[in-house]
């Protein structure tokens, strides 16, 4: 399996993104996909997770900003965020997991301005 996330970049305070996490390979139709973020000198966090069938689940940080979405047919997953804020600037990485199997993309960089 393979990720590759994109659409990260550079925003003001208030701004919004929409990342995406393209799976590529053999993806096993029941998965749970997710967002993770690391900002310099942290560890990294949990942000949104979403299932193969759609149930989600957030970090409260990010609850009524962000939404967590996908698209099993195209085996996409989706970060759409809205009021962002300087602490929300981070690497963002995409990750699959079946079972106890976890697959990780690359990473994305997301920067807000203040």
């Known amino acids: 399996v393979q990720l590759q996330a994109s659409g990260g970049g550079l925003v003001q305070t208030g701004g919004s993104l929409r990342l995406s996490c393209a799976a590529s390979?053999?993806?096993?139709?029941?998965?749970?996909m997710g967002w993770y973020r690391q900002a310099p000198g942290k560890r990294r966090e949990l942000v949104a997770t979403?299932?193969?069938?759609?149930?989600?689940n957030y970090a409260d940080s990010v609850k009524g900003r962000f939404t967590i979405s996908r698209d099993n047919a195209k085996s996409t997953m989706y970060l759409q965020m809205n009021s962002l804020k300087p602490e929300d600037t981070a690497v963002y990485y995409c990750?699959?997991?079946?079972?106890?199997?976890?697959?990780w993309g690359q990473g994305t960089q997301v920067t807000v301005s203040s």
């Open positions: 990750n699959l997991q079946v079972g106890s199997r976890i697959w």
């Open positions: 390979g053999s993806v096993f139709r029941i998965n749970v």
């Open positions: 979403i299932t193969s069938g759609g149930s989600t």
